[in-house]
């Protein structure tokens, strides 16, 4: 796993955290319409957290290292 993943991952954990608050807080309040956003946005925590997983089991980081070779003679 690289850095930018790691951030991503740590990015996605804030964001479903700040999701469920919101949500917790808009079913408390009985705004639905709050709730679905909330929910929406739990949902595209989800599937960036699938694509990242999908990314790490691939082993494709879209990184711009190239790998060089030593030629001797």
Do not use: P, Y
Not at 43 to 70: C, F, K, P
């Amino acid at each position: 796993m690289n850095g930018k993943q790691v951030i991503k991952v740590v990015g996605s954990a804030f964001g479903a955290f700040s999701a469920l608050r919101a949500f917790s807080k808009a079913r408390h309040e009985g705004d639905r319409l709050k709730m679905l956003d909330a929910g929406l946005s739990v949902a595209s925590v989800a599937v960036t957290v699938a694509i990242i997983v999908r990314e790490i089991r691939e082993g494709d980081d879209h990184s711009r290292i190239v790998e060089l070779e030593d030629r001797e003679g």
